[in-house]
């Protein structure tokens, strides 16, 4: 296969080496007494006599990359990036060879309408880099792209409008973003989470946006990760659930070489893990913090991903926290303003085996069709990534080994992942976008190859990765991963972001025959609907989908919801709306997206009680 070097790391070699020589390391804090991630050793400690090249180039990066091959019929995917104007880089430091821990996250992307023009506009974080000395990390601008649909051909073009928006300054290393309309007036808000805090935007009527951070009083002087907007107490209003990893803070003196005898990054399990934290929203712009008294105890989480649904079916919606080197967290709502933490009765705190793993991203779907909330969630090499069986009463059975995914993403890294029905047969399959965390691991290379996975009827899934596209032919350092119609044509796309290298935007070759697209609007309930449960009814099958809060790993997915659509009268869409309340909408025309506002349709008795019964 051809190979060549791109031009990212023809910069990288030639300013890493600018910087030259070998130098003698400094002693670092002993090891933990257990292995970081129960499966391999990520560091050892440096003894002060010992000589490791602290500027070297990464041999990983210096692997010439291979070439993606020629895009094929039938394949899933398209690269079209570069044809519709998206030409972005996420940027994580590390042409400065100081191997520090805040390298290994990544960003991710937020796919919403900012203007409320009917399509779907792009939202990239811009991770950082560092000054010393001392050591300090700096941000980086993310970027902003408004989609100029063609509503006539559906042709894609994005336009760079960071600077007009607002969005154009960087207080802080980002990483995650997350998106909601938490002051109700019918345009998303933006949350941007990094080192050092979170902001939070508010979208001024599809024109702007404006940092209401501290209006808002979310303070939170900590390593934030990623974000959830859910109405955790049915008042109508979006709170806010912020996952953080680790207290942590540069140091150009810690020092830790990898498993073979190259400098890398240290170990995770080093650091301890970090307060996350639950906002309510006090419905005048402000939050107030309710984490400790709402029982969201597990201080020492390395939070990676959060979703919010409604798992265990109580009208309730609760949190699903994966979590680095500590348990899962599951946090079920009793709806009286208390959580309790269920991960461990539930299933999901460990792996099938019991043990901790390196969880990342997360996502939930309906993948055996009883419309019950499953869980998918990314894990490091080794570990295999988790599909965990709701039983229906918001408890799991480990499901890898009876659906054909046992070992099939052990030699992988798994970051960002979704549940999406590819080709409108009605039944979710599954992505995972890989990289390794270290970049010299003996446990696998730093540039891995992403998965695709065909779900058959609920029963089992098979990889279909070799027929995905030329994205998926060559390895990549891959973290985030939004899901979207980004061209309305019925066809679910994909925004993958990269470690220093251009961000993809991965168009659907084989959009649905036949389609409907749901947009909902609350109005007893949060105006977004997250929380609600969509149910498609027809002669053929029963379809079960979740406006989630949160989800794949420090992203925001389309809130709109794409089914495969049978134009017939016995069709019909039932919605349990967050509020308790049950309606039925039916008659729906195909191929066009319609707005499903709650007291608008049939209504049905409701299936839980008022609030605070």
Not at 95 to 109: C, D, V
Not at 328 to 355: C, I, M, P, Q, W
Not at 425 to 450: K, M, T, V
Not at 597 to 604: C, I, R, S, T
């Amino acid at each position: 296969m051809l190979r060549q070097t791109p031009l990212f790391l023809l910069f990288l070699c030639s300013l890493i080496l600018s910087t030259g020589g070998c130098g003698t390391t400094d002693p670092v804090a002993p090891s933990p007494t257990t292995s970081p991630h129960p499966v391999e050793v990520k560091s050892t400690e440096t003894a002060p006599s010992q000589s490791v090249n602290n500027n070297a180039l990464l041999p990983s990066l210096e692997m010439v990359k291979e070439t993606p091959r020629e895009l094929q019929d039938g394949d899933l995917f398209e690269n079209v990036a570069e044809q519709v104007g998206v030409d972005f880089v996420y940027q994580n430091g590390l042409e400065a060879a100081h191997y520090q821990l805040i390298e290994t996250l990544g960003g991710g992307a937020a796919l919403f309408d900012f203007d409320q023009d009917g399509d779907l506009d792009i939202f990239v974080s811009g991770g950082g880099g560092f000054s010393d000395p001392p050591l300090v990390t700096l941000g980086k601008p993310g970027v902003f792209y408004r989609n100029d649909l063609d509503a006539d051909g559906g042709a894609m073009h994005f336009v760079d409008v960071t600077s007009e928006v607002g969005l154009a300054a960087a207080p802080f290393y980002s990483h995650g973003c997350a998106v909601g309309d938490y002051d109700a007036d019918g345009f998303p808000d933006l949350l941007v989470a990094g080192h050092g805090g979170c902001q939070l935007f508010r979208n001024e009527a599809g024109k702007c946006f404006t940092d209401r951070t501290a209006a808002a009083g979310l303070i939170m002087p900590s390593w934030c990760v990623a974000g959830a907007f859910a109405d955790i107490d049915r008042d109508g209003d979006l709170d806010l659930y912020v996952a953080t990893y680790a207290t942590w803070q540069p140091d150009a003196t810690r020092q830790c070489i990898s498993d073979r005898g190259k400098r890398d990054v240290c170990a995770p399990a080093q650091f301890a893990g970090a307060r996350d934290y639950l906002w309510e929203n006090c419905g005048d712009g402000t939050f107030q913090d309710i984490t400790d008294g709402a029982g969201i105890t597990l201080d020492g989480n390395r939070g990676l991903g959060v979703v919010a649904v409604d798992f265990d079916s109580n009208g309730w919606v609760d949190f699903f926290v994966a979590n680095d080197v500590q348990p899962n967290a599951l946090y079920s709502n009793h709806g009286d303003g208390r959580f309790e933490s269920t991960g461990l009765v539930a299933g999901v705190a460990f792996s099938a085996t019991g043990k901790m793993e390196g969880s990342m991203g997360v996502d939930v779907g309906d993948f055996n069709g009883d419309g019950a909330p499953d869980i998918h969630y990314t894990n490091y090499t080794l570990q295999d990534n988790s599909l965990a069986q709701n039983d229906g009463r918001g408890g799991f059975t480990q499901a890898n080994s009876v659906t054909n995914l046992f070992h099939k993403s052990t030699p992988w890294v798994g970051w960002g992942t979704a549940f999406l029905d590819l080709d409108g047969d009605g039944w979710e399959d599954l992505i995972a976008i890989n990289g390794h965390a270290g970049y010299e691991y003996q446990d696998g290379p730093y540039f891995q190859p992403s998965q695709i996975f065909r779900n058959q009827q609920g029963k089992q899934f098979k990889e279909i990765t070799a027929r995905a596209g030329p994205y998926f032919s060559v390895p990549h350092a891959g973290r985030g991963l939004a899901i979207g119609d980004l061209d309305n044509d019925g066809g679910v796309d994909l925004v993958v972001v990269n470690q220093n290298e251009p961000v993809a935007v991965l168009r659907n070759r084989q959009p649905y025959e036949h389609w409907v697209r749901l947009r909902l609007r609350g109005t007893q309930s949060n105006r977004d609907a997250v929380g609600a449960k969509i149910t498609l009814v027809n002669e053929k099958q029963t379809l079960t989908r979740w406006i989630r809060g949160g989800g794949g790993y420090a992203s925001h997915f389309d809130f709109r919801v794409l089914l495969p659509w049978n134009d017939s009268r016995e069709s019909e869409i039932e919605v349990h709306w967050p509020s308790g309340g049950i309606e039925w909408f039916g008659n729906l025309a195909p191929k066009v997206t319609h707005e499903l506002v709650e007291g608008q349709g049939k209504e049905k008795e409701s299936a839980v009680g008022a609030p605070g019964e």
